[in-house]
């Protein structure tokens, strides 16, 4: 793994592709500190699968009942967003 600065990034682009290509994987950094990584692309493209969870998922029975709302909505009402300033 070979790390660069963004300036080297900048004016090394060309070269640091080459390395990429190669099988290496390049992270750029900032003020010392990993922002980014440059890798292969693998030349697939993921297509969203919809119903791939189907038959896979069960819900109780009364998952959207009244009670089961009422419930959630007083957990939302109690919870401490921020804690009590002193």
């Known amino acids: 793994m070979k790390y660069v600065n963004t300036h080297e990034a900048k004016s090394q682009l060309s070269k640091l592709i080459a390395?990429?290509?190669?099988?290496?994987?390049?992270?750029?950094?900032q003020?010392?500190?990993p922002v980014a990584r440059?890798?292969?692309?693998?030349?697939?493209?993921?297509?969203p699968q919809f119903g791939?969870?189907?038959?896979k998922v069960?819900?109780?029975?009364?998952?959207?009942?009244?009670?089961?709302?009422?419930?959630?909505a007083r957990m939302f009402e109690e919870s401490v967003i921020e804690p009590e300033r002193k």
């Not at 390395?19 to 950094?29: F, L, Q, T, Y």
């Not at 791939?52 to 038959?55: A, D, F, L, R, V």
């Open 19 to 29: 390395a990429v290509r190669d099988g290496e994987e390049v992270v750029i950094c």
């Open 31 to 33: 003020a010392g500190k």
């Open 38 to 47: 440059l890798m292969a692309f693998d030349g697939e493209q993921r297509v």
């Open 52 to 55: 791939i969870w189907e038959g």
């Open 58 to 72: 069960k819900f109780a029975p009364d998952w959207d009942s009244p009670e089961t709302n009422a419930e959630i």
